[in-house]
């Protein structure tokens, strides 16, 4: 037996045992009374009675064992001319005060505290001050509009706010102040506090007595200690788009995330401590959490924050750049960052600038990796290219090639075969499994592996409802695919309204909910049509409400700025048009499906009716007018 199915068998077969084995890379303070609590199922616990600390894992330990001198996390901001170095035991200075900050301003045990950062080293402190005194963070990505952190502040209810007067968004300054100022205006929630951080590009004016300076609050403090939490406590909270306007707030545990976090470095990853990996992503996103964050620090490894983008800061050899100053052993990014490198250097000719020997892999998730961005990051890069596949809920990747396993073949298109710990399964509507090779909803056997989510924050309702009652017994993915006769799983795209544009993760519900708020609406859809570059773009249609006779190009900038305005700019939502009347089932459901086929120019169903054919004759010719379908 391969080193793969071996573990992968005893992962699934003796859960027990195989995590166990894993805890032993985390320092505890208490053991566990059991390593699986199944008692409550289909809610399901790891590690109950274990105490530890995940701040004093991925940090204090490194110091204490010879580490401090060791780089923990490098800051590389070519937008704002800066690179930076902190050692372990500079981390450990910096964030042991920070979390100090914290516990003047109140904040305990189990309070929340929001982080509204761009991609600054503070941002992580923020993550692991917080980690350390027990309180539960809650990332919220700088692309998002005021509205949308208001809704995260109503829900997660912060005492506090950690944010930065601004980020840089290539050669703009975009002000996060105001717009958490705004947020805190809208939500019904106040929090106590905001903990601003001022930087130089754009100065935020401060509110007496709640705002409070970031830099000369961590000057004065005292450092604080780290405090020991329950396995299961949270550590946090990250919202995620679902099918409606109200993100689901995903919980992590301490646990069971620490130790899932450590058997990745080792064994996905095959990351040894002191080496640099680098996850080219946001500390707003999930892949921002596990691998900017949390699991190299765990290791021992060195992080990297880059402040950037993969083109234009200043061309498109920055990552190459980036991997080559900074030694980095292994890139993780998006498929849709390799896209816009090739977009502006097909022939990758600025990669021969650059030493690139240190670079091992190249993993790849957040979006499907189309075969043709694959084929061209192996010929470029001459590494394994590992796409893996994985979601917010789960924290890590459910399918993946394990380079410190087993090293298996690629084939384009899929992110290999599942991961120790995964039971996945391809099911039809009656919740039976498919045959090999045939499409089918993805669902995994329950438990989930450690390090996965327990709930959602304090709605275990919607947990159900959202996950695990369409198939009784097990956790419902929200994507389709298949498996082939050598195990490996393809992942072809999601069952419910949630697009992925440019690797990020967002609701054409939500979407829909700001467009129908327009007074001249009376019904909308939006769906995610093929994109050469983001792999997927929100597209809108609108029909007006009768005897509106505005001009509908004026409707249509209002459509788009209000979406803009209320989600936020990394909707990327810039396509719309106003149609007679939108498509529909018997039922009244709107055919979303059949117009997304139109648009991408893929097969769909055939009308039934005259009726029917006359309306989707209208969309086409609406399509047409936008460009649609073009080849991709
Ligand atoms: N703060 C404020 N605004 C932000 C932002 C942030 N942190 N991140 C993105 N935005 C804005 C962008 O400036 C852009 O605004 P614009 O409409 O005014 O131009 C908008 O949101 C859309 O952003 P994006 O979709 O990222 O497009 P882009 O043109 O700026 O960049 C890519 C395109 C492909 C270079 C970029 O999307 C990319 O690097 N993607 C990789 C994604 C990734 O790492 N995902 C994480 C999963 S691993
Ligand atoms: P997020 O929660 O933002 O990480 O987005 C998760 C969703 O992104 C998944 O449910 C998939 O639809 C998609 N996704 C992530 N990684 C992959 C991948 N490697 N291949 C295909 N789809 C992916």
Redesign the pocket.
């Known amino acids: 037996m391969g080193q793969y199915l071996e573990q992968y068998t005893q992962s699934l077969h003796n859960p027990d045992e195989f995590w166990a084995t894993a805890a032993k890379t985390i320092d505890w303070n208490k053991p566990w009374d059991k390593v699986l609590d199944a008692s409550k199922a289909p809610n399901y616990h790891w590690f109950p009675g274990a105490q530890l600390n995940t701040c004093y894992n991925a940090i204090d330990r490194h110091v204490a064992n010879g580490r401090a001198n060791q780089a923990a996390l490098i800051y590389d901001s070519p937008v704002s001319n800066t690179k930076k170095t902190y050692s372990y035991q500079e981390l450990l200075d910096e964030v042991s005060r920070l979390a100090g900050v914290l516990l003047e301003l109140g904040v305990s045990k189990g309070d929340r505290v929001l982080i509204y950062m761009p991609m600054i080293p503070e941002g992580v402190m923020a993550m692991l001050a917080c980690a350390r005194i027990g309180a539960i963070h809650s990332v919220v990505f700088g692309g998002f509009a005021a509205n949308e952190l208001a809704t995260r502040i109503d829900d997660a209810k912060p005492k506090v706010i950690m944010s930065a007067s601004c980020g840089l968004e290539g050669s703009r300054v975009i002000k996060y102040k105001p717009l958490l100022d705004n947020a805190i205006e809208l939500s019904t929630h106040k929090p106590a506090h905001s903990l601003v951080l001022q930087r130089p590009q754009a100065v935020a004016s401060m509110q007496e007595g709640r705002d409070v300076d970031w830099s000369s609050a961590v000057e004065k403090a005292s450092p604080a200690d780290c405090v020991s939490v329950a396995a299961t406590d949270p550590l946090y909270i990250l919202y995620?788009s679902g099918t409606t306007g109200q993100p689901k707030g995903v919980v992590r545990d301490n646990g069971g995330h620490a130790v899932a976090m450590m058997w990745t470095m080792k064994y996905l990853y095959n990351i040894q401590p002191g080496e640099v990996f680098w996850a080219a992503s946001d500390i707003g996103?999930?892949v921002g959490h596990s691998y900017i964050c949390y699991g190299p620090l765990l290791n021992g490894s060195t992080t990297l924050i880059y402040e950037g983008k993969p083109v234009g800061t200043p061309d498109p050899g920055a990552f190459w750049r980036v991997i080559s100053e900074h030694k980095v052993a292994s890139l993780f990014t998006a498929p849709t960052a390799l896209r816009a490198i090739r977009k502006e250097d097909p022939n990758c000719d600025y990669i021969k600038k650059y030493d690139m020997s240190c670079m091992r892999a190249l993993f790849?998730?957040?979006?499907?990796?189309d075969p043709d961005t694959l084929f061209w990051a192996q010929d470029k890069l001459q590494v394994p290219v590992v796409?893996?596949?994985?979601?917010?809920?789960t924290g890590w990747a459910i399918a993946a090639n394990c380079l410190g396993l087993e090293q298996f073949p690629v084939k384009a298109g899929s992110?290999t075969k599942p991961t120790p710990g995964y039971d996945v399964q391809f099911l039809d509507e009656a919740g039976q499994p498919v045959a090999t090779g045939e499409m089918g909803a993805i669902a995994i056997k329950l438990p989930l592996p450690p390090g996965t989510f327990p709930s959602l924050w304090q709605n275990e309702e919607r947990f159900f409802s959202s996950y695990l009652e369409t198939f009784p017994g097990y956790y419902e993915?929200?994507?389709a695919g298949y498996q082939d006769e050598d195990g490996y799983v393809y992942?072809m795209g999601?069952t419910d309204d949630v697009i992925?544009v440019a690797g990020h993760?967002l609701s054409t519900g939500a979407m829909e909910e700001v467009i129908a708020a327009h007074p001249d609406v009376a019904e909308c859809a939006v769906i995610g049509v093929a994109d050469k570059l983001k792999g997927q773009a929100p597209m809108g249609f609108a029909v007006l409400q009768s005897g509106t006779n505005r001009d509908t190009e004026v409707i249509v900038n209002e459509l788009i700025a209000l979406v803009r305005e209320k989600i936020g700019p990394v909707a990327a939502f810039k396509m719309a048009t106003i149609v007679n009347r939108l498509p529909k089932t018997r039922s009244g459901k709107i055919l979303r499906g059949t117009m997304r086929s139109m648009a991408d120019g893929t097969e769909h169903k055939v009308p039934a009716t005259i009726d029917d054919i006359t309306i989707l004759g209208e969309i086409a010719d609406d399509l047409k007018a936008l460009g649609y379908p073009k080849s991709v």
Not at 364 to 369: D, Q, S, T, V
């Open positions: 995620t996103w999930v790849l998730a957040g979006e499907r990796c796409d893996h596949w994985w979601q917010t809920e992110p993915t929200g994507d992942i999601r992925n993760r």
